[in-house]
């Protein structure tokens, strides 16, 4: 037979003292582990951007294989630029083009659109859902066709700056999605990094015509090429010496 086991009243609850110990330790614990979930979800952004990025290339790539340059080299800007990708097949999700954390897309009222082009009754047009949405690339139009691959840009996260090298503040149509921290290239053979910026030597890009190091995005392409933003263009590489 069990016998009966008695509860001394005295130990019901904590004492006043053992609560706050207990409230100092996660008061220390929500100090030291806040910062560290912060940076990981931050990363992990950055490495969705990153992987978008990648997919744009990629799809440009595949569509260069088609010989059809003009009718990128035509286009006005960036949703002109990702609608002709839709239209040929190579990509139609309007969220690779649209980051959750840019604070053009968090303040925008609309929902992103899904798509960046439509079909109906047998024709494309592009959703003007995604036309007028603030995209958060800008993609390089005119890219010779023999340019080096591992070495010329192709797209990059809003908010460069092409004659500074440094990435702009958040605020603003052409605005850093992070900031002055820094931002996202992808290359033509699909490689991508995150830039700090342009300007220390060991961000630098590289001169499409002498192949010494540029802190200037314009002078990692040829003559002609233009970067679109979802406003326009944003710079046009000037003439250079062969």
């Known amino acids: 037979m069990l016998g009966t086991v008695r509860w001394d009243k005295r130990n ?3 004492t006043l003292v053992e609560l706050l110990t207990v409230v100092s330790v996660i008061v ?3 100090a030291i582990l806040m910062p560290l979930v912060g940076n990981a979800i931050n990363d992990a952004k950055k490495l969705r951007a990153l992987k978008n990025l990648q997919q744009i290339a990629t799809a440009y790539v595949s569509f260069s294989l088609k010989d059809r340059f003009g009718e990128l080299n035509s286009c006005k800007n960036a949703a002109e630029w990702a ?3 839709s239209r040929h097949e190579e990509l139609n999700i309007a969220s690779i083009f649209i980051f959750n954390d840019d604070y053009l897309v968090e303040s925008n009222r609309r929902t992103v659109p899904k798509t960046i082009g439509i079909r109906k009754n047998g024709k494309w047009h592009i959703n003007p859902d995604f036309e007028n949405f603030p995209m958060s690339v800008v993609v390089i139009s005119g890219i010779a066709s023999r340019s080096p691959a591992a ?3 192709i797209a990059y996260s809003r908010g460069l700056d092409p004659q500074s090298g440094q990435w702009r503040s958040a605020s603003g149509d052409d605005g850093g999605i992070y900031g002055e921290s820094g931002g996202i290239i992808v290359f033509l053979d699909g490689h991508a990094e995150f830039y700090p910026n342009l300007t220390d030597p060991a961000n630098m890009l590289v001169n499409y015509y002498t192949g010494e190091k540029t802190s200037k995005i314009s002078e990692a392409v040829n003559t002609g090429a233009r970067a679109l933003s979802w ?4 710079w046009e590489a000037g003439n250079k010496e062969h």
């Not at 406003?231 to 944003?234: P, S």
């Open 231 to 234: 406003t326009g263009v944003e």
């Open 28 to 30: 220390i614990l929500a």
């Open 151 to 153: 070495t010329t840009p």
């Open 12 to 14: 019901k609850a904590f």
């Open 83 to 85: 609608g002709v990708l």
